[in-house]
Structure formats: structure tokens, C-alpha cells
């Protein structure tokens, strides 16, 4: 198993080993950073080269809504540390024992990522049309 260190993000601490963030509050609970926020753990690696396969492992993880039936509170939902890191060692270590199609999937997840950037920067610039169409108009 790969050695991690997770814990609860402190905005103070600066971080010399390889590391990521995950948010661990609201409905977005789980989702892996690359820049830290008020309400998130940091997950420490000691290999700079195993950041970006747990990167994406985390991010499957949220992604496939596997956080959801863990999420506390009424008002704002957020998980422990505890829960995701039961969780989340308990997934990496599935991943591991399929290490060759993790590697496909990861390279497919970077693949989609590129791919909604730049969807998402199309929409921006039918947005930016639309709105210059509008105050043609008006």
C-alpha cells in the first residue's frame, strides 16, 4: 500500500512533501484539490510519482458519489476524517490489486478532463456571444 498521511488542512502550514487537497465539506465532500481551502484535508505522500495516481483514484471516488451515504449534518453535510480515511485507504488498496487498468483508467480520467476544459471554455464563449447579441439588441 502506498504511505500517505491524511489530515485536516491547516491554512498556516506550508507543505514540502507531495501532496493534494480534499474538500470535506458540503455536497462536494470528498473532491480532490489542487489548491487547498478553508474546509480540507491534505493527503502527504512520500513518492512524487504516486501523487497523481491517488489524485485520481480520490477523484473517483467523489466522482462516483461513493461519499454521499457518509456525509453528517443537517444544515452543511461534510464527512470526517475518519469515515474517508477508512474509505478512501479501503479504495486505494482495491485499485492496487488492478494496477494495469487503473493506469487505462487514469489515463481515460485525464483524457475527459481535457476534454470538459475545453468544453467549458466553449460554453464560456457562446456565453460571451449571447450576452454581446443581447445588448446589440437592447
Not at 64 to 84: A, C, D, K, N
Not at 86 to 114: D, G, P, V, W
Request: hydrophobic share 40%.
Amino acid at each position: 500500500m502506498k504511505t500517505l498521511l491524511l489530515k485536516t488542512h491547516r491554512p498556516t502550514t506550508t507543505y514540502t512533501q507531495p501532496h493534494f487537497f480534499i474538500l470535506n465539506k458540503g455536497l462536494n465532500s470528498g473532491k480532490p484539490l489542487k489548491a487547498p481551502c478553508p474546509n480540507c484535508f491534505v493527503c502527504l505522500l512520500e513518492n512524487p510519482d504516486s501523487v497523481d495516481q491517488v489524485y485520481w483514484i480520490a477523484y473517483a471516488l467523489w466522482k462516483s458519489r461513493q461519499l454521499e451515504m457518509f456525509l453528517r449534518g443537517s444544515v452543511i453535510p461534510f464527512i470526517t476524517i475518519g469515515e474517508y480515511r477508512k474509505h478512501f485507504l479501503r479504495t486505494i488498496k482495491a485499485a492496487e490489486e488492478k494496477e494495469q487498468q487503473l493506469e487505462k483508467l487514469i489515463q481515460s480520467f485525464k483524457l475527459l478532463e481535457i476534454q470538459e476544459q475545453k468544453i467549458h471554455v466553449s460554453l464560456k464563449m457562446i456565453e460571451t456571444a449571447r450576452m454581446a447579441f443581447f445588448r446589440e439588441l437592447l
